[in-house]
């Protein structure tokens, strides 16, 4: 397979700054978009719909500001410590189809377009030398706002292209990783949406005056069993994290981790719930097979008291009467770090029928939850398959012809 090597640039036909516009209509600014900012890449790449600002730009801008199909988004204002500037994400069709207004990127952003280049197989290669760390050493700023130089890094990294053809074969293998993702995430939300659905209509909708009042310390209790690293210094664990937490695309959870700071242990039969930001409503069902699993402290781990109830007692953690309850624990704060006392939780108090009720939704609702840890196990392993091929497939290591996904 012949390759051909030049710098990024080459493959660049324009560059689109982003815009932040104004928050509403105001003279010659009424057109009407959302933003993509460096916090909706991830979203994006996991083909969730994101969480976008609306905003207004001038009207004389918006026609070299509008985003249009194979343009890159690139983030160059952002980052962290331990996580650099220049996130990718591709706008494809697909992605355009979900939005009623237009999209742009924001001024902490830039967008390009490819020429002469499977725009896929710059999104996948930009993504390969993230992955390396190659945007660390352009990385400058004394704010607390790291800015990639982003013109020095195009200028002077290499980008090693096949033939179109195989360009295309790379991006068929990539791609059919994704979708399997991506389609079985819409079923888990399908699944998701299927038990909150089942669970409003039995147990909120339909009360009985007969049914017993009860307070979800009676059926639930909390697990404070927990693990700090001077205990168990050369122990490996499985560490499920907040960021993997709600995450379709990449792994749900770290093997092969030593832990560097307090964690909880979760056992079987548990689910969690962060308490981070209630408001964004991270619950998950894991399917635990391992007594090595560990969680963020900035969980709440619940364990049902009988473990028949367990699909009963994650509904009830699930469901929006419980979040509503949840957030009025925190006194109207706002922002990402909301705080209120765990065992607090368990002061909820619902109406619950007989057990036989609960039973016979146990043998419906639990298929569900299964099915959907079972997806979220294909999709950490087909991340990890991607994860793998991708250095492979871009650096010409693995040629595509040794790669079969039968």
């Not at 069709?93 to 499977?118: E, H, M, V, W």
């Not at 548990?270 to 409503?281: G, H, V």
């Not at 939780?345 to 619902?350: C, M, P, Q």
């Not at 997806?375 to 991708?390: F, P, V």
């Amino acid at each position: 397979m012949t390759r051909v090597t030049c710098k990024i640039k080459d493959v660049i036909s324009e560059v689109k700054s982003g815009d932040w516009g104004k928050g509403s209509p105001t003279e010659n600014y009424t057109t009407e978009v959302l933003c993509v900012r460096g916090a909706d890449i991830p979203e994006l790449c996991k083909g969730n719909v994101g969480k976008m600002p609306q905003r207004f730009i001038h009207n004389k801008k918006a026609t070299s500001k509008i985003l249009s199909a194979n343009n890159l988004i690139i983030e160059i204002s952002g980052g962290s410590p331990t996580q650099s500037t220049g996130r990718i994400a591709l706008i494809s069709d697909k992605i355009l189809s979900r939005y009623s207004k237009p999209l742009i990127c924001s001024n902490f952003c830039k967008a390009i377009t490819a020429t002469g280049i499977q725009p896929e197989y710059l999104f996948n290669y930009w993504l390969y030398l993230y992955n390396k760390d190659a945007m660390f050493p352009y990385e400058n700023g004394t704010t607390g706002i790291k800015n990639l130089d982003f013109n020095s890094f195009i200028q002077e990294q290499d980008i090693s292209i096949p033939d179109i053809k195989t360009q295309q074969k790379i991006v068929s293998i990539l791609s059919s990783i994704d979708e399997k993702i991506e389609t079985n995430k819409r079923i888990n939300d399908n699944l998701e949406e299927q038990a909150k659905a089942l669970f409003k209509s039995w147990f909120v909708d339909n009360q009985d005056n007969d049914w017993k009042k009860i307070r979800l310390e009676e059926i639930l209790e909390i697990g404070k069993t927990s693990i700090i690293p001077a205990q168990s210094p050369d122990t490996i664990f499985e560490h499920y994290s907040l960021p993997a937490f709600d995450n379709g695309t990449r792994p749900a959870y770290e093997k092969g981790c030593a832990i560097k700071s307090s964690k909880f242990y979760i056992q079987k039969n548990m689910f969690l719930f962060s308490k981070l930001n209630p408001r964004i409503k991270r619950i998950w069902f894991p399917n635990i097979q391992t007594e090595k699993a560990i969680c963020s402290t900035e969980f709440i781990p619940y364990k049902p008291k009988d473990a028949s109830l367990l699909g009963f007692c994650y509904s009830i953690v699930n469901s929006e009467a419980f979040y509503e309850y949840v957030l009025s624990l925190t006194n109207g704060s706002t922002g990402s770090h909301q705080r209120f006392h765990p065992t607090a939780t368990l002061d909820y108090s619902l109406k619950i029928p007989d057990k036989d009720i609960i039973k016979k939704f146990e043998s419906i609702v639990r298929p569900l939850y299964e099915l959907i840890a079972k997806n979220r196990t294909e999709n950490e392993k087909l991340a990890s398959l991607r994860d793998t091929l991708l250095p492979k497939l871009m650096s010409g290591e693995l040629s595509v012809e040794e790669v079969s996904l039968d």
